[in-house]
């Protein structure tokens, strides 16, 4: 019988994080800096210990997603993975320049776009991403694809499951809550087109970094313009 991976979703500081249980274990996504322990925590509570986690996919390269990645890799001795287009992100430790997709961006990007919610510890990653990454060698029954927009080198989690993590690709709009465009995103159109894909290949649910999940159905209603 094949038993769906486990999705835990990790509440962090305006963000969240999330820990897939299968035969392994693996993290997507580590927060801001200084998140490191509410991440094991997390981990703690639901029976595991931080050597079990095998990989830390990072989504992309903004404070929110990977601020905690070098602290998280120290601990636990997990390989950090990212696409080789926001590689020189994680470099740096530094997210760069953030681009509003619409008024929310615009406004937001005021407090999120300033140096001190922009940085990072920097460090240099274990593994670089093109078009895909196998997950199966950490124990965890999907794959990594690459889905930009949001930044170059965004990418999701697809499990075999059906179920996707996409980090920032998809945001709730403001008031509704219903799934729409990051508020910042390099390529609004290639992001467009990074939601078909996923949509197109994860009839589950899509969790996304800021906000609840919302069903594949959910998004295909909301871009309905692209099917």
């Not at 997210?95 to 140096?115: E, N, S, V």
């Not at 989690?157 to 995103?185: E, H, R, T, Y």
Request: net charge negative.
């Amino acid at each position: 019988m094949d038993i769906s991976a486990n999705i835990i979703p990790v509440p962090l500081k305006m963000t969240s994080a999330f820990i897939i249980r299968d035969e392994g274990t693996i993290l997507v996504d580590s927060g801001y800096p200084g998140s490191e322990d509410t991440i094991l925590e997390k981990l703690h509570e639901i029976g595991g210990s931080p050597e079990d986690i095998r990989l830390i996919v990072l989504t992309h390269g903004h404070a929110d997603h990977a601020g905690s990645a070098a602290a998280l890799r120290e601990k636990t001795g997990a390989k950090v993975a990212v696409h080789r287009l926001d590689a020189e992100k994680v470099r740096e430790g530094q997210q760069g320049k953030l681009h509003p997709a619409g008024f929310t961006g615009r406004i937001l990007g005021l407090f999120f776009g300033m140096k001190k919610a922009s940085s990072y510890p920097a460090f240099e990653p274990d593994i670089l991403i093109d078009e895909s990454l196998e997950l199966e060698d950490y124990g965890v029954r999907g794959r990594v694809i690459h889905t930009p927009g949001h930044s170059p080198g965004c990418v999701s989690v697809l499990l075999n499951s059906g179920d996707a993590i996409a980090g920032d690709l998809i945001f709730p709009s403001i008031p509704s809550g219903k799934p729409s465009l990051p508020f910042w995103a390099d390529d609004p159109t290639e992001a467009r087109r990074s939601i078909k894909k996923l949509v197109d290949i994860a009839p589950g649910k899509i969790y996304i970094a800021h906000g609840k999940p919302f069903s594949s159905a959910e998004v295909k209603e909301s871009f309905s313009s692209l099917f």
